[in-house]
Each structure stands twice: as structure tokens, then as C-alpha cells.
């Protein structure tokens, strides 16, 4: 059965350094989404990703953030000079065309000392 | 603003017996609801998506129920087991596309 995948599973960084962490949508997915979820609180969107262009993005979705398709099968989130606050688990997900369910990765856990 | 509830925070029952997890929603112009399954430290598993239109859905044990238009929906499980401890979130999709999360309930199932 097709899922999304999500490499590293666990990054440690020093604070001010960038992080990217990277995503292999379903293949025949469309819309491409990442979540975070910080220790013992709600996960929360971050940005939706359609069409080679950022479609919509939360005001957590800052400067520092960026996110690209660089080949057609990675989908990759940049933060360019990480904070503590960003420690968190990070969700990928997507979903193919049509009001269907959104298929999430196992997350990437993000350290920053 | 959209803003999604789940009560009980924690729960905790013998194996065996029937449960309700419950979700509530603020603004009734949801697209879908979907039920996920989160074991600690992992990802999200979708158990169940019911489409705006739709009542319930089920899934083997499993029987979700939306209201729109109370914003409510409910996630039964029969016959609980020790497996099915975990934590389960209800998230809505908006108009945008995005799902918005509830904070969870943690499930636990006493053999």
C-alpha cells in the first residue's frame, strides 16, 4: 500500500542553523501539506502546497520557512535559522484530487539545542 | 475562526466494553471530518473520513457520526481492546483545504 515517507525521523540542530527536512508524497497525490505538532500540544497546519506554488500558509509560516518540490517526487520544508521554539514533530501529508483523506507521514522530530 | 474540541481529554476503560470519543467544531462549513489514530511518538493513522454530506461512516469496530450542523461528531469503538490505546485526534477540513486538529483524546484499554 502506497504511504508517505519522511527522512531523517529524528534531527538534532544547533539553534541559528537550517534544517531541511524532505517528504515522498503518494505518487499520485496532488496536494501536499506540512503539519507540526509541538510536545503535548495540537497539531497545527503550517502550509498547502498545489501546482508547484505555495496555495495557502498559517503565521507560523514565516520568512524563515520555505517549502519546494524540487523534483517532481520530494517535497521539502527549509527553516533557514532555527529557533528552540521549533522543536516539534513535523508532518508531512497528501492527497490526491477530490474532497478525499489526507495521508500523513510518520513525522520527522525536530531537536534544537 | 475555526477552533475544534475533543472531550474527554483521557480515557480509560476494561477491555471489552463500548466507548464514545467525542468532537466538537465552531463553524459548521467543514468539507469533511476526518478521525486519526496517533500511538505515542508516531505519526497519524486516518481510521475514518465522513464527507460534509455524509452521517457515519464505519470501519470494522469503528462507527463516526457527524452533525454539521450542531458541529459534532462522535467516534465509536465496540468491543474495546488493549491495542486500541493510543490517542485519537478528529481534525476538519476548511475551505482552504487545511485540517484543523482537536488536542485529543488518550484512550486506554485495561486488559
Known amino acids: 500500500e502506497p504511504e508517505v515517507t519522511q527522512t531523517p525521523s529524528h534531527q538534532v540542530t544547533q539553534m541559528g542553523q537550517e534544517v531541511i527536512l524532505r517528504c515522498v508524497p503518494i505518487?499520485?497525490?496532488?496536494?501536499f501539506y506540512w503539519y507540526r505538532q509541538i510536545l503535548g500540544q495540537k497539531v497545527e497546519f503550517l502550509v498547502s502546497f498545489y501546482n508547484n506554488e505555495i496555495s495557502e500558509k498559517s503565521e507560523i509560516f514565516d520568512d524563515q520557512f520555505s517549502v519546494e518540490r524540487p523534483d517532481g517526487s520530494n517535497f521539502t520544508l527549509k527553516i533557514r535559522s532555527t529557533k528552540l521554539e521549533d522543536s516539534a514533530m513535523y508532518f508531512c501529508a497528501s492527497r490526491p484530487t477530490g474532497n478525499n483523506e489526507q495521508f500523513f507521514g510518520p513525522g520527522t522530530r525536530l531537536t534544537v539545542l | 475562526k475555526q477552533e475544534v474540541t475533543q472531550i474527554p481529554a483521557a480515557l480509560s476503560v476494561p477491555e471489552g466494553e463500548n466507548l464514545v470519543l467525542n468532537c466538537s467544531f465552531t463553524?459548521?462549513?467543514?468539507?469533511?471530518l476526518q478521525w486519526f489514530r496517533q500511538d505515542p511518538g508516531k505519526g497519524l493513522t486516518s481510521l475514518l473520513l465522513?464527507?460534509?454530506?455524509?452521517r457515519e461512516q464505519t470501519s470494522g469496530r469503528l462507527n463516526a457520526s457527524l452533525d454539521k450542523s450542531s458541529g459534532r461528531s462522535t467516534l465509536y469503538i465496540a468491543a474495546s481492546q488493549p491495542g486500541d490505546s493510543a490517542t485519537y485526534l478528529c481534525?476538519?477540513?476548511?475551505?482552504?483545504?487545511?485540517?484543523?486538529f482537536g488536542q485529543g483524546t488518550e484512550l486506554s484499554v485495561k486488559p
Open positions: 463553524d459548521s462549513a467543514i468539507y469533511n
Open positions: 465522513i464527507q460534509s454530506s455524509q
Open positions: 505518487s499520485n497525490h496532488l496536494y
Open positions: 481534525a476538519v477540513k476548511d475551505r482552504g483545504g487545511k485540517l484543523i
